[in-house]
């Protein structure tokens, strides 16, 4: 099987799933979530400045 940087594979040979690892999404999961977000970045800290502040 090929490597691919941050991509894990699960499951027995016949129903394997590719995911992020470090997470717990399948990569499907994060494909279809892209759309609705507009953007696939991800915050390199919690103080990133793009990140809105938590609620009051």
């Known amino acids: 099987m090929h490597r691919f940087p941050g991509i894990g594979f699960r499951g027995p040979k016949h129903d394997r799933r590719a995911w992020l690892l470090g997470t ?3 990569v499907w999961e994060v494909i279809e979530a ?4 507009g953007s696939c970045s991800m915050p390199t800290s919690p103080m990133d400045p793009e990140l809105p502040s938590a609620p009051d």
């Open 24 to 26: 717990a999404l399948d």
């Open 34 to 37: 892209y759309p609705p977000c």
